[in-house]
């Protein structure tokens, strides 16, 4: 037995590896195209994977890989019968795949070409399109929240990262969604008493504590959740959108100051020129000068 997988292993070792390593000697950049090759493999079968593992289809899927490692066992253990039983089963497999994997594969041909299948290999929509489509979200939520006067507290992340307030909440990690947003401030619910966080266009975290403004210059009249506000807007350059309990007005922290009783088209216009318009703009601008430095970097290597 010890002699006939000696002797398999040598052949395979003989036909495949030592072969391999003498085409590279012969063809050296195909080890390019070879580690191509194996970048491709590995991110569909991750990628496979990742769609498999929270469905049914996971048992199935370790079940298939046992059989192929004991297919390859026997046929290198040189069980002859085992080997025929197991390489027969594995022919007739693909159908019963097929079969098995229906629901599954229908649903993975069903989303090329839509948002979930783009979005995974980067074909994402405009970072700014998204943005200001989720300030809409934020607005109908915040209006929908002062009509039913239920208190809240939205802080919008720009720039200054605010991870440490993040990791004091309850992290969430979710897309942008009204009813969600209405829902984590309804009253006595575990999330409502707090800020929510939103970051990186996704609500990043609930139940967030905030810091307090507590200079002699705010007016009394002020509650916790506006002097909250205040705080963390002069703490960092994020805005922060205030829904009274006691009034249902919505007021807008920025820059340490507090515009107060704000209709829906003010918010909105508050919202897309400093989260949307403003930030991008500045982009637009760091990039046109990067680029203006390199054209004058190229144009001195000319005249040199």
Same mark, same amino acid.
Request: charged content about 25%; overall charge positive.
């Given at each position: 037995?010890?002699?006939?997988?000696?002797?398999?292993?040598?052949?395979?070792?003989?036909?495949?590896?030592?072969?391999?390593?003498?085409?590279?000697?012969?063809?050296?950049?195909?080890?390019?195209? !070879?580690?191509?090759?194996?970048?491709? %493999?590995?991110?569909?079968?991750?990628?496979?994977?990742?769609?498999?593992?929270?469905?049914?289809?996971?048992?199935? %899927?370790?079940?298939?890989?046992?059989?192929?490692?004991? !297919?390859?066992? $026997?046929?290198?253990?040189?069980?002859? =019968?085992?080997?025929?039983?197991? $390489?027969?089963?594995?022919?007739?497999?693909?159908?019963?795949?097929?079969?098995?994997?229906?629901?599954?594969?229908?649903?993975?041909?069903?989303?090329?070409?839509?948002?979930?299948?783009?979005?995974?290999?980067?074909?994402?929509?405009?970072?700014? !399109?998204?943005?200001?489509?989720?300030?809409? *979200?934020?607005?109908?939520?915040?209006?929908?929240?002062?009509?039913? *006067?239920?208190?809240?507290?939205?802080?919008?992340?720009?720039?200054?990262?605010?991870?440490?307030?993040?990791? *004091?909440?309850?992290?969430?990690? $979710?897309?942008? #969604?009204?009813?969600?947003?209405?829902?984590?401030?309804?009253?006595?619910?575990?999330?409502?008493?707090?800020?929510?966080?939103? #970051?990186?266009?996704? =609500?990043?975290?609930?139940?967030?504590?905030?810091?307090?403004?507590?200079?002699?210059?705010?007016?009394?009249?002020?509650?916790?959740?506006?002097?909250?506000?205040?705080?963390?807007?002069?703490? $960092?350059?994020?805005?922060?959108?205030?829904?009274?309990?006691? !009034?249902?007005?919505? #007021?807008?922290?920025?820059?340490?100051?507090?515009?107060?009783?704000?209709?829906?088209? %003010?918010?909105?216009?508050?919202?897309?020129?400093?989260?949307?318009?403003?930030?991008?703009?500045?982009?637009?601008?760091?990039?046109?000068?990067?680029?203006?430095?390199?054209?004058?970097?190229?144009?001195?290597?000319?005249?040199?």
């Amino acid at each position: 037995m010890g002699i006939e997988i000696g002797t398999n292993w040598q052949k395979f070792y003989n036909e495949n590896i030592l072969q391999y390593v003498e085409n590279l000697k012969n063809h050296p950049f195909q080890i390019i195209w !070879t580690i191509v090759d194996i970048a491709i %493999v590995v991110f569909l079968a991750y990628y496979f994977i990742r769609i498999v593992k929270d469905s049914r289809a996971w048992q199935l %899927v370790k079940g298939i890989i046992l059989l192929i490692v004991a !297919t390859w066992i $026997s046929s290198l253990l040189n069980l002859v =019968i085992l080997n025929s039983i197991l $390489s027969t089963i594995m022919n007739f497999g693909v159908i019963a795949i097929i079969i098995i994997f229906q629901p599954e594969l229908r649903r993975g041909l069903e989303q090329l070409g839509t948002n979930k299948f783009t979005k995974f290999f980067g074909i994402t929509k405009d970072l700014e !399109t998204k943005t200001k489509e989720n300030v809409y *979200k934020i607005v109908i939520a915040t209006m929908e929240l002062a009509k039913q *006067k239920t208190g809240a507290l939205i802080v919008i992340e720009r720039d200054i990262k605010i991870q440490d307030i993040i990791s *004091k909440g309850i992290e969430i990690d $979710s897309e942008v #969604s009204p009813q969600l947003l209405v829902n984590i401030f309804v009253p006595n619910t575990p999330l409502h008493d707090g800020a929510v966080i939103i #970051s990186n266009n996704k =609500i990043a975290a609930a139940a967030c504590v905030l810091p307090l403004a507590d200079d002699k210059n705010i007016a009394k009249g002020l509650g916790t959740r506006h002097r909250a506000a205040l705080g963390a807007s002069r703490e $960092s350059d994020c805005i922060v959108v205030v829904v009274s309990e006691e !009034t249902g007005k919505v #007021s807008v922290a920025k820059d340490g100051n507090l515009i107060a009783d704000v209709r829906e088209d %003010v918010l909105k216009r508050i919202l897309i020129n400093n989260v949307v318009t403003n930030r991008f703009a500045e982009n637009d601008k760091k990039k046109a000068r990067m680029n203006k430095i390199k054209q004058n970097m190229k144009k001195l290597k000319k005249t040199k």
